[in-house]
């Protein structure tokens, strides 16, 4: 299997994709998942390229607080942010193992999800957002 950016060449393979939310379905099946204003959509296909696994949408973001001060908000950027807008497996593929150590299971989506985990971690490097784990 094999994990790309979603293009227009792709758009006949999305007609096909289903994972049982209708509105997850539509972002790919609408072209929504095409506009980079909407993110970055990525793609898992099969080995032969002529389906679609999974999919991913991604976006830079930032996070602010607000706060009242009399009548007055006063907005506070506190600091970037990606958001996972969208994640889903194909209906078909949901639940299937990938490999197994003990009691130690990996899924599809499980690979899905490292590798939006490691695009996340290169934007981050790309774009300087710091990210702090609650303690």
Do not use: W
């Not at 299997?1 to 999305?14: H, Q």
């Not at 994972?19 to 296909?45: K, P, Q, W």
């Amino acid at each position: 299997m094999n994990i790309k950016r979603y293009t227009k060449e792709f758009e006949s393979l999305a007609t096909q994709f289903t994972c049982g939310n209708i509105v997850i379905d539509e972002f790919l099946h609408d072209g929504s998942a095409l506009d980079v204003n909407r993110g970055i959509t990525y793609i898992m296909l099969s080995t032969e390229n002529d389906y679609i696994i999974g999919y991913y949408n991604i976006e830079n973001s930032r996070v602010d607080r607000i706060e009242t001060v009399g009548n007055n908000d006063i907005f506070e950027l506190m600091g970037g942010a990606i958001n996972i807008n969208y994640l889903a497996i194909h209906s078909d593929f949901q639940g299937s193992l990938v490999a197994q150590d003990g009691e130690n299971k990996i899924y599809l989506g499980d690979l899905l999800l490292r590798d939006c985990e490691k695009r996340i971690l290169e934007l981050r490097e790309k774009t300087g957002i710091s990210v702090n784990a609650p303690k």
